[in-house]
Nanobody, 129 residues
Framework: QVQLVESGGGLVQPGGSLRLSCTAS????????IAWFRQAPGKEREGVSCISSSYDRTYYADSVKGRFTISRDNYKNTVYLQMNSLKPENTAVYYC??????????????????????WGQGTQVTVSS
């Protein structure tokens, strides 16, 4: 059974940092693209970042480029999202997601929700002083 569990959210002051974790079970994430999304109250879900299965190629939304870093640890079956220089507008529930099948070798990931089949339950990130 495919399962994704996010952790690491919390309350942080503006300018602070958090590291989110997305731990997978029921499959080996080495061959799968993993993406992070977020949804703030009253707003649509937004693709934040993704990491490809091959060459660990990454994508970042313009709003987080230079501040967020996605990485994977295949031994721990976990993908991370390091978030630095956090802003109040980054407040949202953050979700990780994966696709229903391994990504073809060399395929670049895309942080579009329609491409992902399995989702975690989300972790709340609140940036406030």
């Amino acid at each position: 059974q495919v399962q994704l569990v996010e952790s690491g959210g919390g309350l942080v002051q503006p300018g602070g940092s958090l590291r989110l974790s997305c731990t997978a079970s029921g499959f080996t994430l080495d061959y799968y693209a993993i993406a992070w999304f977020r949804q703030a109250p009253g707003k649509e879900r937004e693709g934040v970042s993704c990491i490809s299965s091959s060459y660990d190629r990454t994508y970042y939304a313009d709003s987080v480029k230079g501040r967020f870093t996605i990485s994977r640890d295949n031994y721990k079956n976990t993908v991370y999202l390091q978030m630095n220089s956090l802003k109040p507008e980054n407040t949202a529930v953050y979700y990780c997601a994966t696709q229903g099948a391994p990504a073809p070798y060399g395929t670049m990931c895309a942080a579009e929700g329609r491409l992902y089949d399995y989702w975690g339950q989300g972790t709340q990130v609140t940036v406030s002083s």
